[in-house]
């Protein structure tokens, strides 16, 4: 009987263990779902198009008005500016997403889509530029179109001379057009955005040979934490990453066409990629991973021809020389530029993995500004969401790239193990998702931000592709119940909404801040720079802080400096009580002529934690008696005060040496 009772339990133990299996393999498993048939057909109801177009326009109605509040710092501020980005966001996504919808008004939703997000980012600054790289390449800009040479010295950012593609392009409309480069800059942008967005359908598109998948994996990508803000500013990686994203939907889209038709390809992208050479180092490298990879999983590819390996091993070529040459050129900046930001992005994120497993360790202060619960649920839901459709859409997204028939199994996997796959860019986009974690714990630290963020924007080409499969494949599928309909369609809109909140502390304008960037400009600091132009001339030696150095370099045209003189930064000559021993021999030895001193640094703490420059860490105000000191030491002169800006003329400090 013990025996009998033995084999009965081994039984039922063995069929739990079956299905437990057959379960995890339903949901992770490779197998997919045959999608809903009939769209190819399907109309554009202008009728859902025009009552959107209402309603994102009303959402921007209330955008503006919440920014407006913010302004006045009334209470009200968040609530409509929340409730217009969800107007703009929420309708707009399900729509997108949802199935049996034509291919036309898929795309032109998220033309729309993208266009009103970027009036989202516009409306926080909308006459003039606010970011910090914003200013960079206004100045480098302006000087191109006043002074008509490029390469210009930057000390302000010591690589963007030798990468001026961005300024030759906006000094060119403003030489056709006659506008302020403000203008056409943002003409440029709103542009750049409805191409990256056409660009990014087409590959998705060419990749999946689905209009419904390939929109689904836009919105996705629109919830990187890049998309909304980072590449959407005055900055020379919004440029270069749509003319990466145009080399990587060009060559996707002519793999089936004729010789003929591949060659011109070819050709075009190997223009855009010389393009982009000159245009943004990181978007450059971009294109040598995706076109490395392809060459190398062309030539792995059992099934490959002999023209696919030619043409994917010239464009990996092209995709490597031209940077490097670029660089024999000019120079290689680059290696100086990016190796302290990736060396101390790596220290950083050692030292939180380090104390996670030593809980004596101390861990690295994350001096960020809070932000309300309701944005950081929002991203914290949107980044568990993501990684819920990239479990659920790896292997799915595996099977893809062989073009499996549905419910064939774990077949697709062992097709990819023989090198025999259909597809080396889906192949290549699903395995680059594993970049995704790596991204987020960079994010987790404050030297490592940077990295992550950057990463975010590639990484997120497979991000949406994985999730895309994973929805359209599982979570909706064949069976158009409506709860199949709903859920994924409110997870995308989370996602989005993710990307939304990502992308800026606080997207809300308000009052003056000290030490918070863009919150810190305003036209009290702006009048005093324009003074500066108007009075002293352009091209004079200033000091200031990192904000008001900005906008001395911008409206003031002055020869701004990081640093007094080599190895005498400039914060420890604002820092000392007193201008004395060092700090004055500097000054006095440099070619500075005059210095700037904003009181309000010394009423508040810097919002970021720094007044000069983010290695400085000055996390407290600054002492009154510091900023006042030069009131009192022979051969300075105040020659400018509005109560809480004074500019300093220290020339004669050089007549004492």
Known sequence: MSTVSAGNAARTEARTFRSRFRLIETIIGPDLGAPAKGEASCAIDFRWVSALCLVVALGLLLVVAGQGAGRRGEDAASLLFW??????????????????????????????????????????????????????????????????????????????????????????????????????????????????????????????????????????????????????????????????????????????????????????????????????????????????????????????????????????????????????????????????????????????????????????????????????????????????????????????????????????????????????????????????????????????????????????????????????HFWQGPMLRRWRRVLPASALAVIVMGGVTASSLNPIRGPYRAGADSESMEPMAIQAARWTREWLGVGNGFIADRVNRLLLAGYGQQDVRVDVVDGVATARIYEAEQLEGDNLYALARSDIDFLLVDMRLSQSRPVFGFYFEPWDSNREALLPEALLKFDHVDGVVRIYDNGWIKIYDVRGLHELL
């Open 83 to 472: 409730s217009g980005v969800i107007l703009v966001v929420v309708p707009t996504t399900f729509r997108i997403s949802w199935p049996m919808v034509a291919r036309g008004e898929r795309l032109f939703l998220l033309f729309l889509l993208a266009g009103g997000l970027f009036y989202y980012k516009s409306v926080y600054a909308p006459t003039s530029f606010s970011d910090h790289d914003e200013f960079l390449h206004w100045i480098a800009t302006d000087y191109l179109t006043t002074a008509g040479r490029l390469f210009a010295s930057n000390p302000l950012l010591d690589v963007g001379p030798d990468y001026p593609g961005l300024q030759i392009l906006t000094s060119a409309i403003v030489e056709m057009t006659g506008l302020p480069v403000f203008v056409a800059g943002t003409l440029l942008l709103a542009v750049l955005r409805c191409v990256f967005v056409g660009a990014l359908f087409l590959l998705f598109e060419s990749i999946t040979g689905s209009a419904r998948l390939s929109a689904i994996a836009c919105l996705v990508y629109m919830g990187s934490s890049t998309y909304v803000q980072f590449t959407s500013k005055f900055s020379y990686e919004s440029l270069g990453i749509v003319l990466c994203l145009l080399c990587f939907a060009i060559e996707a889209a002519s793999r089936n066409r004729d010789d003929v038709s591949r060659l011109r390809a070819a050709v075009l992208i190997v223009v855009l990629l010389a393009g982009l050479a000159v245009t943004h180092h990181l978007s450059a490298t971009y294109a040598i991973i995706y076109f490395v990879a392809l060459a190398i999983l062309e030539i792995l590819r059992r099934d490959a021809t002999r023209r696919d390996v030619m043409i994917a091993a010239v464009l990996a070529l092209f995709a490597v020389a031209l940077p490097l040459a670029w660089m024999g050129v000019r120079g290689n900046p680059v290696v100086n530029y990016l190796g302290p930001v990736i060396e101390g992005g790596f220290e950083a994120l050692l030292q939180r993995l380090g104390s996670l497993s030593d809980t004596t360790r101390p861990t690295e202060p994350l001096d960020i500004p809070p932000q309300p619960l309701g944005t950081r649920l929002t991203t914290l839901v949107a980044v568990l969401l993501l990684a819920l459709g990239l479990a659920t859409g790896f292997f799915r997204s595996l099977a893809l790239a062989v073009k499996a028939a549905p419910s064939s199994g774990w077949m697709p996997i062992a097709k990819i193990l023989e090198r025999r796959w259909r597809d080396s860019r889906s192949l290549f986009l699903t395995v680059l998702t594993f970049g995704f974690p790596i991204a987020m714990a960079f994010r987790l630290t404050v030297g490592g931000w940077e990295i992550g963020n950057r990463m975010g924007t590639f990484v997120f080409l497979g991000v949406g592709l994985v999730v895309a499969v994973s929805l359209v």
